[in-house]
């Protein structure tokens, strides 16, 4: 379902997105007013997610794309899932500032690496700075989906250890997947729909949803209480035929 509630378009200036050094040539250069696009997306409750389906050029993306595959030590870990051991269905790297070393999800504590491991991602990094005026990111989670099979599940990066409001900046590389956000049910809504307190044939509406395609060289990000009140999922999809990595910045409070 496409997102109903699209807002705005940012006005071109309003914030500055870095034109790549490798954009230019052969013809992947994006008209500025294409690299400023943004549409802002109001969950309403004080939650936002923006996306920039153009933040960085194809080449330069590209570029990226080449480097990460090979050079991260990827890695699919043993995770605990609703009480069970499972292999994570995607590979993963954990990078972070020096001491933040205390993420921790589904029963896994990933080893944090250092930025100067991997000079290019300090330059996406800088990238995704200058897109975020304010923003102060501290760490990195990627992502590897090698194929239209893996994916992720239905969650939230609420952490405690990222505070109540975080902002999440994602950039996507390589294969174009789904997005999805779903509106997390109250206490009640969930009991409703387990028909505890309830009779079953009491409806419960379908919670809201919203779905981006996310490209290759785009950014999306997450804000305000999108963590507390939304979950998000990468699905499965048949379709996906290549790999697609993707960057997911936090700041550790
Ligand atoms: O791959 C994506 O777009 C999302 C990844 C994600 O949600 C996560 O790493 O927490
Ligand atoms: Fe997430």
């Given amino acids: 379902m496409a997102s109903r509630s699209r807002l705005r378009l940012a006005a071109a200036g309003e914030n500055p997105i870095p034109q790549s050094k490798s954009g230019g040539e052969g013809g992947t250069e994006r008209k500025p007013e294409e690299a400023r696009r943004r549409e802002v997306t109001d969950l309403g409750g004080g939650s936002e997610v923006v996306h920039v389906p153009r933040f960085v050029a194809r080449e330069a993306a590209w570029g990226w794309f080449d ?15 609703f009480g069970r051991s499972a292999v994570q269905p995607r590979d993963t790297c954990y990078v972070a500032d020096e001491g933040l070393t205390d993420l921790r999800y589904s029963g896994h504590q990933p080893h944090a690496h250092s930025w100067d491991e ?20 501290n760490s990195l989670l990627l992502n590897r989906y090698k194929t239209g099979s893996d994916y992720v599940s239905w969650h939230a990066d609420d952490e405690p250890l990222y505070g109540p409001t975080p902002e999440i900046a994602s950039v996507t590389l390589g294969c174009e997947r789904e997005f999805l956000l ?15 307190v309830a009779p079953k044939r009491l409806k419960v509406s379908a919670p809201q949803q919203h779905s981006f395609l ?24 048949a379709k996906a035929s290549s790999p697609r990595i993707n960057l997911t910045f936090r700041r550790v409070l």
């Fill in 67 to 81: 480097y990460l595959d090979k050079r991260i030590p990827w890695t699919r870990p043993t995770i605990r899932v």
């Fill in 118 to 137: 991997f000079p290019v991602l300090k330059d996406i990094l800088k990238a995704v700075h200058e897109a975020l005026p304010g923003s102060h990111f």
């Fill in 182 to 196: 779903r509106k997390k049910l109250t206490k009640s809504q969930a009991s409703l729909g387990s028909g505890e």
């Fill in 214 to 237: 996310l490209k290759h060289g785009s950014l999306l990000v997450m804000r305000g209480y999108t963590q507390r009140d939304w979950q998000h999922s990468v699905p499965k999809r």
